[in-house]
């Protein structure tokens, strides 16, 4: 459930929890492992906003639903919306979905947007999503950057722990602009840990007045038994969930 306070909000999800600034989506929804390890999440940032900032957001709940609403400058530029979403995946695992929509009043606008997450970990895996099947390919353990030019999927085990998973709907893999952007770097985080950083880029094409873009983006934790095939069901579950008809 999510919990509104004055300058965040705090969500829990099962036996994880964490929190989320929504005047600075570009720093992620956190979540702590223990006294040592944490992570970021799902930031989000669009690039009209490094040109005119957005208003302060307008947020409220809707069942298991987080919705913030952003406006850059007078509001006919750019309207954007984050829709976050606590998802139980069975009895396997907790996941978040975000949804993204932008749309505009102008003829014509640029809503290209980063979504973006920090891991402390360096045993990740990757994956291909097939839309007609429902499935993900095998997986891939990643030791250099060049093996994570296209993914659909990563995994992220932890010794002990449950295993993360991050995902995105493969109709809006088209949307991502380049290999460089859809990379997955490993590096050291400074203090002699490892982690992996995500960088997806979504709504690269110009956005015309009238039209609302979409794109979908989920994480989560599931057993780290049997993760790849509970990873799997994730994946279909994400495919088979329908977007909003509106903003």
């Known amino acids: ?5 004055t300058d965040r909000v705090t969500w829990h999800c099962g036996t994880f929890e964490g929190e989320w600034i929504p005047r600075q989506p570009e ?10 390890r944490s992570d970021r999440l799902g930031a989000v940032w669009f690039d009209a ?17 987080l919705i913030v609403s952003y406006q850059q400058g007078s509001g006919d530029e750019l ?7 606590l998802v139980p995946l069975g009895s396997f695992g907790y996941g978040i979905d975000l949804l993204l929509s932008a749309q505009t009043n102008l003829l014509n606008a640029m809503p290209a947007v980063t979504i973006s997450s920090r891991i402390p970990t360096d045993q990740v895996w990757l994956a291909q999503g097939d839309p ?4 993900l390919s095998s997986w891939s353990r990643v030791s250099r950057i060049e093996d994570t030019d296209s993914c659909t999927a990563i995994l992220v085990r932890y010794p002990g722990g449950p295993s993360y998973v991050e995902m995105v709907h493969p109709a809006d893999v088209e ?21 992996i950083s995500s960088r997806r880029r979504f709504f690269t094409e110009p956005l015309e007045k009238g039209v609302i873009r979409r794109a979908r983006w989920r994480c989560g934790w599931i057993s780290n038994e049997d993760d790849e ?12 969930r329908a977007l909003p008809l509106t903003t």
């Open 229 to 240: 095939y509970f990873a799997a069901l994730a994946y279909a579950d994400l495919l088979r």
């Open 79 to 85: 309207r954007c919306q984050l829709q976050w979403q």
């Open 132 to 135: 007609q099947t429902e499935s």
């Open 27 to 36: 720093a992620g929804m956190q979540h702590r492992f223990d006294e040592h």
């Open 175 to 195: 949307t991502i602009s380049s290999c460089k952007d859809r990379n997955f770097s490993l590096g050291g985080s400074g203090d002699g840990s490892r982690e």
């Open 1 to 5: 459930m999510w919990s509104l306070l």
């Open 49 to 65: 906003w490094d040109q005119v900032p957005p208003s302060p957001p307008e947020l409220y709940r809707r069942q298991n639903d």
